[in-house]
């Protein structure tokens, strides 16, 4: 069993910054693709960002590309996650995924973490 959890989420002006990182207890990350992604209130969880198994492929829903940036911190076992620039419409609970395929939909992960809030306030 793959156990996530996440870190770094708050409150921030529109325009700062914002490093998100998921960590896991009991098992090596560096085996999972992985994925974050953000459910805003009253709206479904979308897709933000993925990351191969071997973190040579990176993949972003088109509003957050340039801005955001997912990568793999192997020595640490964890996947960090910048996130520049930041919008008020980037306001939601970030959550991190883990899987044996990466995949831009929610179907495909198997575990998740509890999720961490990200406030951007205008």
């Known amino acids: 069993q793959v156990q996530l959890v996440e870190s770094g989420g708050g409150l921030v002006q529109a325009g700062g910054s914002l490093r998100l990182s998921c960590a896991a207890s009991?098992?090596?990350?560096?085996?999972?693709?992985m994925a974050w992604f953000r459910q805003a209130l009253g709206k479904v969880r979308e897709f933000v960002a993925a990351?191969?198994?071997?973190?040579?492929?990176?993949y972003y829903v088109d509003s957050v590309k340039v801005r955001f940036t997912i990568a793999r911190d192997k020595s640490k076992n964890t996947v960090p996650f910048q996130m520049n620039s930041l919008k008020p419409e980037n306001t939601a609970v970030y959550y991190c995924?883990?899987?044996?395929?990466?995949?831009?939909?929610?179907?495909?992960?198997?575990?998740w973490g509890q999720g961490t809030q990200v406030t951007v306030s205008s």
């Open positions: 995924a883990a899987s044996t395929i990466v995949s831009r939909t929610t179907a495909s992960y198997p575990y």
């Open positions: 009991g098992r090596n990350l560096n085996s999972y693709a």
């Open positions: 990351i191969t198994w071997s973190g040579g492929s990176t």
